[in-house]
């Protein structure tokens, strides 16, 4: 996968996660791809090492996308539970 595949599906895995788990979290555009680029990342680590099961490196791997967001989902549950409510209005 390219450089650009990598930004398309962390922008994507980021936005996915950040429904599935919405709050008040870091980013706008540039901090949800990053969280989801750097939770595809942790995503496939986590799938490879302890499910025994390699990601693709195919785009539109169904595997490579639920590790995507899975990963982006673990990113945004430590970000809270370090953070947790740091971003409240008062």
């Known amino acids: 996968m390219t450089i650009i595949g990598w930004i ?3 922008l994507i895995a980021g936005v996915i996660a950040k429904i599935l788990l919405p709050g ?5 555009l540039v901090g949800t ?3 989801g680029i750097v939770g ?8 490879s090492k302890f499910l025994d099961r390699p990601i693709s490196k195919d785009f539109f791997d169904a595997g ?3 590790a995507a ?7 945004l549950i430590i970000y809270r539970l ?5 971003r409240e209005r008062r």
């Open 82 to 86: 370090f953070f947790g409510n740091s």
């Open 69 to 75: 967001i899975g990963g982006s989902l673990v990113l």
């Open 40 to 47: 595809a990342f942790l995503g496939g680590w986590i799938s």
């Open 64 to 66: 490579t996308w639920v």
């Open 8 to 10: 398309i599906l962390g």
């Open 24 to 28: 008040r979290d870091p980013g706008g």
């Open 33 to 35: 791809t990053l969280t």
